[in-house]
């Protein structure tokens, strides 16, 4: 039915987008379903309704700006695999991509 | 009272305020029968015994000294390990957070554990809540007590086997696009998904946060309305949840006379298992006997709500799994610098199903794409949201099916991912219109395996949904069942 709208090349790039690279084994695998899933998800495309604002019940409340006592910061760099004075040390991004 | 596993919240409490069980002896009975049963359901993940114990005896500590107890004082819960809980294992049933230690409670525990409930287990669940069979979890799937050789149903897989089988008479699931509905159907159990922001989200890890809910599962529909209540009402905490107070917990006698309920046509049609639309018509004849009055209703774009629904979900899911970077949390394949940690992290940390996902929500949100799938999605959501809102001027409640059939077997949908959402086509309408909905036991099928039907009602109309579906537990007679 119709052409796909995903072939390797645009798989990934994808792939690259979501910082999620995937090996070639899984590619096989992954590319042919997420077609389908494409493929059912366009009959949205045939469907005449027009955009309107963002759904959800319920605007969202907004509490006092007012400064509360928050997670400590020992207790949130627990989980992280590199920290130091208090701190997250996070890799190098930005400089010397490798693409 | 003797304490039995199909012992309800509700007599579990009443015997500890009346001093006939220990809050403590209550712990050691469910934590052994989970001990006993897990081995082979491999519905909970995490059995959390110091922490339940330690709360059992702090509270009959309480009631030596002549203290009043909390209202769920000594009842256990099970409590889906995504919803976090200080100091335990917090998995997401993901490798991603196979050892992560949450450092704060989510609200609903906080309430819970305040109400006098016991936290027995952290339950199994499909990766990140993705998925309707409990198989993408990376700890292996839970197992259905009805027949071991089937699913449970999923995403809350644990949260359901756990109920199903007596391991707690309570437990929380969250539910996006019906997973509390799904697999309390496929277990034989009640399962409400809230108003969208009558339960707060906060500390409930995030998954498509425009449909993300914490609902209550059990055996009964009082039991039920006890746990809802128990963790419903605002929270400052999480911005979209609603400024209200908790639910009452007891129920009104359904005033079925007044009663205008909407069949729907579309889906208790021919396309379902028999046994569920039998179930369906029957519930629908049962509240027409009481002196309601039942039409057929159509939910005219509800046809598009699965397509939307696999726009949507994936776009939030693509961008809320984006924090998962092994800097801060999860897992983190060594010391690999620049983008090349994060991407090792992600790579090896994420299943097929959450990768699937991601793709796709990357996908529809990529330059090009966007309105022909995400806008469009949204603005689907928006006409099911007035279907619903239309349907509601003439009648006070929808009646449908739950899910087009009773549980399938392990393995027959795990590579067929769009056969596997179409477990969901009929819970999710209701979730994408931010409104309240519940799945009740309505019938077995030829399997023996239990099969549900689902209410959905207006904002805010948790209370007409549960008070319908007590009138019908008490006249559908399938409740009294157990599996063996």
Known sequence: MGEKLLGPERFEALSRLAKLPISKEEQERLLPQLDSILEYVSR?????????????????????????????????????????SGFFRVPKFVKGGRR | MTLSEWSTASAIRGAIARGEVSCAECARFFLDRINLLNPRL????????????????????????????????????????????????????????????????ATVVERLEAAGALVVGKANMDEFAMGSSGETSAFGPALNPWNVRMVPGGSSSGSAAAVSAGMAPLALGSDTGGSVKQPAAFCGLVGLRPTYGRVSRYGLVAFASSLDQVGPIARNVDDCALLFSAISGEDPKDSTCLKLPPEKEKLAPLEAKKL???????QAGDGPDPAVREGVLRAAALLEDGGASVREVSLPHASYALAAYYVIAPAECSANLARYDGVRYGLSPGRLQGAERAEASRSLGFGEEVKRRILAGTFVLSAGYR??????????????????????????????????????????????????????VFTIPPNLAGLPSLSLPCGFASGGLPVGAQLSGRTLGEPLLLQTAKFLEERLGVFERHPS
């Open chain 2, 371 to 424: 309105d022909d799938f995400y806008n469009k999605a949204v603005s689907v959501r928006r006409a099911i949201a007035g279907d619903f809102e239309k349907a509601f001027k003439e009648v006070d409640l929808l009646l449908g099916p739950a899910t087009p059939g009773p549980a399938f077997p392990l393995g027959e949908r795990s590579g067929d991912p769009m056969r596997m959402y179409l477990c969901d």
């Open chain 1, 44 to 84: 949205l495309k045939a469907l005449g309704v027009e955009a309107e604002a963002e759904s959800g019940a319920g605007a969202s409340a907004l509490r006092p700006d007012e400064a509360e006592p928050g997670l400590e910061a020992d207790a949130a760099l627990l989980a992280s695999p590199d920290s130091a």
């Open chain 2, 260 to 266: 205008r309920v909407g069949l729907l046509r579309e």
């Open chain 2, 42 to 105: 491999n519905a909970i993940l995490t059995v959390t015994e110091e922490r339940a114990i330690a709360a059992a005896r702090a509270l009959d500590e309480r009631g030596a000294k002549g203290q009043p107890l909390p209202p769920l004082a000594g009842v256990p819960v099970v409590v889906k390990d995504n919803i976090c809980t200080k100091g335990l294992r917090t998995t997401c049933g993901s490798r991603m957070l196979a050892d992560w230690l949450a450092p704060y409670d």
